[in-house]
């Protein structure tokens, strides 16, 4: 029987205007001696949820669902019933602030009172107790006859952790213990959470929007996202591969987790609470289908202990290329194998980095993926559909690529606007004032001016960076769902390559397509890939996520590439 | 118009003469309708409790200013025989000299409302002004203000207030003085601070910086925001003072010249077998309604200004 | 902070030494000469003369002949001994006066202090307790329209409902005039008799305050993070409200109650004045009204210096009970 069981709770805050579903319909368990973690950012629920099982809420909440402690319910249950589960069988330590301990109490008689009342210990005994938790949290026991304001904000925390352990809880919930700490404190807090666990088993419950601090303690880690859970699952896969867009879009905005991939954000707001029939999260979602804008998902699970909720079971498969093969023939006979029985799959939104040197077969794989070359056996099947089937490469939410020579790129005789027109009026799509308007979007997207002035400027009178921003903004006019960019920096220069890497990864994060990017340059694609393939000689050697491949490679040829970097960071290796 | 002009002589100048007087003054009605549109609309947010206040006060000024109007009689001449009950002669009976009580409840609203009024605003814009002032300039000016503040304010008010105006003379002048002395005090004090929270502001900086004068940063900036306090406080400070006045009057301190209700209660009062006759029905209970009445419609009022200005304001009061 | 009583003490002393040169200056601010004006001006009031033996007193005591830094020292000199001259109507020491009248007024403010803060600190926590039902709307219009209607007028409406029309209470005095008792007890009684009416005026001035004070305080204090600390450790309603919620909104109530007794000093006068009550209310009154100068100063002093006492006891006090303000 597990320690704690909630059951499809709400908690609806009605007020006069308006009612706030803070919490919306999440379920979820504890087992005796684990620790859970609830990450979400502000207004996903997570201190509403603690409130809740505390029966702390405010008069004016609407509770449904049940809270089941050791199988007994305790969410409808009256105050002074809560009274005695509180603090004996469940504790809690708020986020400290200035008022969350009574300022005209001392600090000992505030832990000493839980005791008394639940415990029976007389005050002698209570004190000598206190005196000894004091100790444990890493304070002198002479802070106990000092006042709250007397303290220092860590003080207060560790006062706050040693009153809530006052009377031996059985469950320990923390909310945000660390968020008004400085980093110095926010470890030691860690260190003494993660010591305690080990010497006495607690089982505990933290909530905090601090992933990094979470993950350092917690074994299993629940995502929540406007008042539902997301997604759950073991720490560390949730973090290396998380399977819902927000979780994966919360791990690319926190800069502890992968420290040298660049910080990137979620576009659009977090909701405000209305009245919203389908999945919270579908206004910002890059990959929503029809369904997600009427009826909420479910929290299913999906194998390896992980549940997630997504009417498209998390992030969909975008491309998965099976068993590809292509050999080139050399003048003498011999046969290059270009790609060697490759499989490789792109997920919605992801960004696969595509590593390896000169003449390992990158680029034709690319072509391959984008139809541009038909291998010789293997298929590749996008969104489900065959590729070399059909043509992704003219239609909306396709495929399209990007290469990387930008003075062949584009034709030196067209104009800026026939250029970028060009798939627009191959397919024949739009009038004329709507591709004038496409094409000027476009333009904009790929930060080029877009006065006439410019659109009559001969694709010849412009410069390598500028002709590949054409190149590419031909490639969005389309909105593709996966761009493939073929070493589209390697013939510019660093500031320019620069530019148009951040371009891209912007472009990338705010449209949501997929991109596999393909370079020789490691260290580049460390920045904006979350997975990487190195290939070598037509073999991919080693796939994984961006971070793992880079700083613990698996392969003998991946080592060596990671090992061939040179630079100031580099000698510590 | 300007056909008239042309077409008659003397008579037609006269008429566009009249005609440019009408338009002008039409302009101003309007524009001066437009201001009150401005002043009336947060009226339509007062509770039921606050328009009977502004209901109750418009009563009151009417029967005060149309006093000659609605009463009969003078209220200072013996117009009947002493200690009539009401009657058809005279509505509210008469006192003990025989004037007439209602006249004299009529004419004395006007005492109240002038030393009300007066001193509100005397104390009111002047101590706000002075607040301002001090806290804009900072300094020793400020310092000095604020010490003289504190001592004002921690100054037993009633008890000097008594034997000042014992010392100086009951005149009118001299009660108005006297209470504008103790009620500055506290406007001025809420003014500056008000004012020092303000100076802060980044977009007085940024005026500064574009070269404004203090003139221009005090009368565009400043007191706009100052000014609902004010006005919220000056309503209270009427409150005080027409309290004051009652209270003066009621121990015999008053102008004994003027009819104010006080005045009344005080007559009423020392009349030696009041409390053993009916008489104090009709001469003790009006003015004692009158004065209790005027302050609950200036309370009602006072508080629902400060809940309709509240979010600006930060001040918690009773709701 | 050390500043902040440093500039209270200093405030204390201005004030003090404000009263005291408007004592020292007044009579000699007066209009014309200050004793041949000693006629009241109220019908049926006794017309005070003064012999010329009594004019030469009062001119030596005021110094009026002598240079005014004289007259000052003169002033100070007969305050540090407690001399604060002779009345002229009863004609006996101001200090005796005083002393005659000074208990009635120091029973009915006390009381009126301990019944209103109590019955305050009850009403208002009930109050905040009950906030969201519709009894407690009425009681809050019914208290804040009671707050406005100034003492002395509640006074009246008291005396004219229970004393004249109800006759259940006296019209006037302290004590039942020509009384003899049988005992401390019906004396003690009588007193009381008397009393009722100013202590229950004064404390139905000073209640809505308090009441709507601890109110709100107690609304406030319960949205506080502390308060759901206290309910998150189980110690059940009663504990949170008193020994939580209480001990923290009762410090602005302590406060109030300390210049509780300044306040009602200004309506003292008045109230008295209403039921005729004879404490130093009512002498200063008939003080100013005969233009006895002596006893309007002396009084006075008396009010301000009580007030002073009451504002200091209130800073030390206050300085005990919340532990973040360092004495």
């Known amino acids: ?573 | 118009m300007i056909k008239d002009v042309a077409a008659s002589g003397n008579a037609g100048i006269l008429s566009f003469i009249q005609a440019l007087n009408i338009n002008r003054i039409v302009s101003s009605i309007a524009r001066t309708f437009s201001r009150f549109r401005t002043i009336a609309k947060p009226f339509s947010r007062f509770s039921t409790e606050g328009k009977i206040g502004v209901l109750g006060i418009l009563c009151i000024i009417l029967m005060a200013v149309f006093a000659p109007v609605i009463t009969i009689y003078p209220p200072q001449k013996i117009t009947g025989d002493s200690l009539e009950p009401p009657g058809p002669g005279h509505i509210l009976g008469t006192d003990e000299l025989g004037m007439d009580i209602w006249s004299q409840i009529c004419y004395g609203a006007r005492m109240s409302l002038t030393i009300g009024l007066a001193v509100a605003f005397l104390s009111g814009f002047g101590g706000g002004a002075v607040g301002i002032l001090a806290g804009y300039m900072g300094g020793h000016i400020d310092q000095g203000l604020m010490r003289v503040i504190d001592v004002t304010m921690a100054l037993p008010s009633f008890p000097l207030l008594i034997v000042i105006s014992a010392f100086l003379g009951p005149s009118i002048l001299n009660v108005i003085l006297i209470l504008v002395l103790f009620s500055w005090a506290k406007p001025a004090r809420i003014a500056r601070s008000q004012t020092l929270s303000l100076k802060k502001n980044n977009y007085i900086i940024a005026a500064r910086n574009y070269g404004a004068k203090p003139f221009y940063l005090l009368w565009r900036h400043i007191f706009p925001e100052v000014m609902p306090v004010l006005l919220v406080l000056v309503i209270g400070i009427s409150s005080h003072a027409i309290i004051a006045e009652a209270g003066l009057a009621f121990l015999g301190l008053g102008d004994p010249t003027s009819k104010s209700w006080g005045m009344m209660l005080n007559h009423a009062t020392g009349f030696r077998s009041i409390y053993f006759t009916p008489y104090w029905q009709w001469w003790l209970l009006p003015p004692l309604f009158m004065l209790i009445f005027l302050l609950l419609c200036l309370a009602f009022i006072s508080r629902d200004m400060e809940r309709i200005l509240d979010p600006k304001l930060k001040i918690k009061k009773g709701f | 902070m050390v500043k902040d009583r440093n500039s209270f003490i200093f405030r204390l002393l201005s004030t003090l030494f404000v009263i005291l040169a408007i004592n020292f200056f007044l009579p000699r601010m007066m209009p014309g000469d200050p004793f041949s004006t000693t006629s009241a001006d109220e019908v049926g009031e006794e017309i005070i003369v003064m012999t010329e033996e009594q004019r030469l007193y009062y001119m030596n005591y005021y110094g009026l002949d002598r240079p005014l830094y004289e007259q000052f020292l003169v002033y100070m000199k007969n305050l540090m001994t407690g001399d604060l001259g002779r009345s002229i109507y009863y004609k006996m020491p101001v200090s005796d006066v005083i002393m005659l009248h000074l208990p009635w007024t120091v029973l009915i403010v006390v009381g009126a202090t301990v019944i209103s803060t109590i019955s305050g600190v009850v009403l208002g926590t009930l109050s905040a307790k009950n906030r969201k039902k519709g009894s407690d709307r009425i009681m809050m219009t019914g208290m804040i329209a009671f707050a406005e209607i100034p003492s002395f007028l509640l006074g009246l409406i008291l005396l004219l409902v229970f004393s004249v029309y109800l006759r259940l209470f006296p019209l006037a005095g302290a004590v039942t005039p020509f009384a003899d008792y049988n005992g401390p007890a019906e004396q003690a009684w009588d007193i009381l008799y008397h009393a009722f009416l100013p202590v229950a005026t004064l404390s139905l001035s000073q209640l809505t305050g308090v009441y709507l004070l601890t109110r709100n305080t107690l609304i406030t204090v319960t949205t506080k993070d502390y308060i759901r600390t206290a309910r998150a450790k189980g110690l059940g309603e009663k504990t949170v409200w008193i020994r939580h919620a209480l001990r923290n909104a009762l410090l602005p109530v302590v406060t109030r109650t300390g210049f509780m007794i300044g306040i009602m000093m200004g309506g003292v006068v008045l109230v008295e004045s209403v039921f005729s009550y004879p404490g130093i209310g009512m002498t200063l009154r008939s003080a100013v009204v005969g233009r006895d100068y002596p006893l309007i100063q002396g009084i006075l002093l008396v009010i301000a210096v009580s007030i002073l006492i009451c504002n200091m006891l209130v800073d030390k006090i206050y300085g005990k009970l919340d532990p973040r303000v360092v004495i």
């Open chain 1, 1 to 573: 029987m597990s320690l704690l069981k909630i059951n499809d709770l709400k908690c609806h805050y009605l007020t006069d205007i308006d009612t706030v579903k803070a919490v919306d319909g999440i379920s979820f368990e504890i087992e005796e001696g684990e620790i859970l973690g609830i990450v979400g950012e502000s207004g996903s629920g997570k201190t509403t949820v603690a409130l809740g099982i505390m029966g702390l809420l405010p008069e004016n909440t609407a509770v449904s669902g049940e809270i089941l402690y050791r199988g007994e319910l305790i969410s409808s249950l009256p105050e002074s019933g809560m009274d005695k589960f509180r603090w004996k069988d469940i504790a809690i330590v708020f986020q400290n602030g200035l008022e969350v301990m009574n300022p005209v109490m001392k600090a000992g008689i505030q832990v000493t009172e839980p005791m008394i009342r639940h415990l029976g210990l007389s005050p002698e005994k209570a004190r000598s107790k206190c005196a000894g938790l004091f100790r444990t949290v890493g304070l002198d026991p002479k802070w106990m006859d000092s006042y709250p304001h007397q303290l220092s904000g860590g003080m207060r925390q560790r006062v706050l952790l040693a009153m809530a352990l006052s009377c031996d809880p059985k469950l320990l919930i923390l909310d945000e213990v660390t968020s008004a700490l400085d980093a110095f404190t926010r470890k030691e807090i860690r260190d003494l959470l993660v010591d305690l666990q080990k010497k006495n088993g607690y089982t505990m419950l933290m909530i905090s929007h601090d992933i990094t601090f979470v993950s350092s303690v917690a074994s299993r880690i629940a995502v929540m996202y406007s008042g539902r859970v997301v997604e759950t699952g073991p720490v560390r896969d949730i973090l290396v591969s998380p399977r819902h867009p927000y979780t994966r879009g919360l791990v690319h905005s926190t800069p502890d987790i992968f420290v040298y991939k660049d910080l990137w954000g979620i576009p659009g707001d977090v909701p405000t609470g209305d009245e919203f029939k389908g999945c919270p999260f579908s206004p910002r979602c890059t990959q929503k289908i029809d369904i997600c804008s009427e009826a909420a998902p479910v929290l299913m699970p999906i194998g390896g202990g992980r549940e997630i909720a997504c009417h498209r079971g998390g992030i969909a498969g975008l491309l998965e290329a099976r068993n590809l093969n292509f050999s080139y023939r050399l003048p003498d006979g011999e046969y290059l194998q270009a790609v060697d029985n490759v499989s490789l799959e792109v997920r919605e939104g992801e960004v696969l980095a595509l590593v390896g040197q000169t003449g390992s077969g990158k680029s034709t794989l690319a072509h391959i993926l984008a139809n541009v070359i038909r291998p010789e056996c293997g298929e590749v099947f996008f969104m489900g559909g065959n590729v070399s089937g059909a043509t992704y490469g003219n239609r909306f939410n396709g495929i399209q690529i990007v290469f990387q020579d930008p003075f062949s790129s584009t034709s030196n005789r067209f104009t800026v606007l026939d250029a970028v027109k060009e798939p627009l009026y191959i397919n024949k799509i739009g009038s004329n004032g709507d591709r004038l308007q496409m094409i000027k979007s476009a333009l904009e997207l790929v930060r080029l001016p877009t006065t006439d002035n410019f659109l009559r400027k001969y694709c010849g009178e412009l410069s390598g960076g500028q002709r590949q921003r054409v190149a590419l903004a031909r490639a969005m006019v389309m909105e593709p769902k996966l761009l493939i960019a073929d070493e589209i920096t390697s013939a510019l220069d660093v500031s320019t390559s620069a530019n148009i890497l951040r371009l891209l990864k912007g472009l990338q994060n705010r449209r949501g397509f997929a991109m596999i990017y393909i370079s020789h340059d490691l260290s580049l694609t460390l920045k904006i890939a979350d997975r990487i393939a190195v290939m070598n000689s037509g073999k991919i050697v080693e796939v994984g996520n961006s971070h793992d491949v880079m700083l613990s490679p698996s392969d003998e040829y991946t080592k060596r590439l990671v090992g061939s970097r040179i630079g100031l960071c580099c000698h510590t290796h």
